[in-house]
């Protein structure tokens, strides 16, 4: 693959959030997600809660995806083939535990487990039992190389174009375009990203070609140390080439904060709604409270 599997599990291990990719047709997508790796399938591991099971539903339609990783020596985008594991949400959330494990000591590890330890408390079952179910992605690669630049402490300008007003673009530190080449999603760093006429420039890495009229996907996001605050914007849209220039002309938005109390209760209550409905589509039902946390069949 160019890279060694150590370097791809090094990076895993050291990647709290990871862009993760995936493509209906020519559209792609791109979210944050916090990557895991089995030593002994050689299978990096992606999850979601079934409250937001849309990554791994279009992971499962196609199988084609990336991640863009996090290592000592930079960004790595692998790319590989997803399989979805959503037969047992209980029982993968107990895979990922193991996973978690058997990480080396880092800060990521550290994040993780207090998180998982706030879920088992009574505060954590009553609000949050939910989001400890998990739909597992496992992603086995099939090609991995360094990227050229890297986006960690991007400045973001406002882009009111693409529904960003210069204070949510303050607190954004990270920015990742994604187009599908080749049938795959290709994802890159924008290190210095720039707005003009409502348009953001893409300043594709070598290797990558944007068409003009092409659609594209772009990724801001931030987070804190333990994730317990973070905000994302994922703007979709069509590539322009303009004198030789390739930039991204938005069409559509998708925000997710985290900060505040308000944002807090907002992520609960839309949680537990999005669950019951998850297993009332797979005719199963859902009980949310503490000490009744069983699938039952209709």
């Not at 150590?6 to 862009?19: H, I, K, M, N, Q």
């Amino acid at each position: 693959m160019g890279v060694t599997d150590a370097a791809v599990s090094d990076a895993v291990y050291g990647s709290l959030t990871a862009e993760f990719a995936t493509a209906k047709g020519d559209r792609p997508m791109t979210v944050p997600l916090t990557p895991f790796y089995d030593p002994t399938r050689e299978v990096v591991v992606a999850t979601a809660a079934p409250a937001f099971a849309g990554k791994a539903e279009r992971a499962a339609a196609n199988p084609r995806v990336s991640l863009l990783l996090h290592g000592d020596d930079g960004r790595l985008h692998l790319t590989g083939r997803a399989a979805v594991r959503d037969g047992d949400p209980e029982a993968n959330a107990a895979v990922v535990e193991r996973l978690l494990r058997d990480e080396p000591p880092s800060p990521k590890r550290a994040a993780m487990t207090a998180a998982a330890d706030f879920l088992d408390t009574r505060l954590g079952l009553l609000t949050l039992d939910w989001y400890g179910l998990r739909i597992l992605i496992e992603i086995e690669p099939t090609g991995v190389e360094r990227c050229p630049v890297d986006d960690v402490g991007a400045t973001v300008p406002a882009w009111p174009a693409g529904d960003v007003d210069a204070g949510e673009a303050a607190t954004y530190d990270r920015a990742v375009a994604t187009l599908v080449q080749d049938g795959w999603p290709r994802s890159w760093p924008l290190a210095t990203p720039t707005v003009r006429d409502g348009r953001l420039r893409l300043s594709p890495p070598p290797g990558v070609s944007p068409a003009d009229g092409q659609p594209a996907c772009v990724l801001l996001h931030w987070h804190d140390d333990d994730l317990s605050s973070l905000e994302q914007r994922v703007v979709r849209g069509r590539c322009r080439i303009e004198g030789g220039d390739a930039w991204f002309d938005p069409a559509s938005s998708v925000h997710l904060r985290n900060r505040s109390v308000r944002d807090r209760l907002r992520f609960v209550v839309d949680g537990k709604r999005r669950t019951r409905t998850y297993f009332a589509e797979r005719g199963e039902r859902y009980s949310p409270w503490p000490g009744l946390r069983t699938l039952v069949e209709w």
